[in-house]
């Protein structure tokens, strides 16, 4: 009797045991993290790519998307040739990215995005504390389009600082190191552009971009639930470096360190209502991933 149930018991479990090491010899709780960075990097791969070329992931890199649908409303914003020229360049290397993290962990399909205007344009009413009117466009001009853009490689960048002390394997981190530096150098040349113009009144709104920036901030650090780890381009001296200046081209802790998020705090800020159980926001159906399903009910 013992011999066939230690059969029966191999037959069982060598095949799951055997197809999970072929996909990956990393910790459980690594690949949760990387995978959970997916969500993230799609969302910047298709806002950057459709913002400078009018067409995503699906016609420059199908593959990628593991058959995920098509994002809702992306589409071509109309930039001036400098800033068309970077965003392109970010675009490309978000499906760097996406290749990446794929070749080390074995993903999942792209989550459901909504990037039409009225996504952002909520975001930006709620930052504000009004309706703005007309509605904000991310894709009516360049200075827009950078506003927008505000919002994408920073919540990234956070997401990276996080994850990386979390992270047990050193393929892992050396992964996150090498996104966390490109995501970071991303959201510096946004925000340096932005810093340039940040004294401009963003029409018709009556609000400087400094002022925009500060709200989106602010916004983040409330939907976060986790105190401050987001900061506009001008802030009181005592959020400055060393607590001596008010320009804040980069944001960072009191050590000038960048500051950490957890998946948690991330899906409660791009799901735009502060709860990481409710999908919104940009993922109308949620981000994907084991972490990110854990707080989503059950299908
Ligand atoms: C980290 O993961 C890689 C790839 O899965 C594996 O080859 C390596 O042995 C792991 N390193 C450690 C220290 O566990």
Not at 249 to 254: C, E, K, N, T, Y
């Amino acid at each position: 009797m013992a011999i066939p149930i230690v059969a029966l018991l191999l037959i069982l479990l060598l095949p799951k045991s055997l197809s999970y090491e072929i996909v990956t010899a990393l910790p459980d709780s690594d690949v949760d993290l990387l995978e959970f960075a997916l969500n993230l990097e799609f969302l910047e791969a298709e806002f950057f790519l459709n913002g400078a070329l009018g067409c995503g992931l699906d016609k420059v890199a199908p593959n990628l998307a593991k058959g995920g649908p098509p994002p809702i409303g992306a589409r071509k914003a109309n930039l001036d040739p400098l800033t068309s020229d970077i965003i392109l360049q970010f675009g490309l290397q978000e499906v760097g990215h996406l290749r990446a993290i794929q070749n080390t962990v074995r993903g999942f399909p792209r989550p459901l995005l909504d990037m039409g205007p009225q996504s952002f344009g909520k975001l930006f009413d709620r930052a504000v504390g009004r309706s703005l009117i007309p509605p904000f466009d991310p894709y009516a001009n360049s200075l827009n389009y950078l506003l927008a853009s505000y919002l994408i490689p920073y919540v990234g960048l956070t997401g990276y600082v996080g994850a990386n002390p979390k992270l047990l394997n050193a393929t892992s981190k050396g992964l996150v190191a090498g996104l966390l530096g490109v995501e970071s150098g991303q959201d510096a040349v946004i925000r340096a552009l932005l810093y340039e113009r940040g004294r401009t009144i963003v029409p018709p709104y009556g609000i400087t971009v400094a002022e925009f920036t500060d709200r989106i901030s602010e916004l983040r650090n409330q939907l976060g639930h986790a105190g401050v780890k987001d900061e506009g381009l001008v802030v009181p001296p005592v959020r400055g470096a060393e607590g001596r200046v008010t320009g804040n081209v980069l944001a960072a802790d009191p050590d000038s360190l960048s500051y950490a998020r957890t998946p948690e705090e991330i899906l409660r800020i791009v799901y735009g209502n502060g709860n990481e159980h409710v999908p919104g926001g940009f993922y109308p159906k949620g981000a994907n991933g084991r972490i990110a399903r854990s707080y989503l009910p059950r299908a």
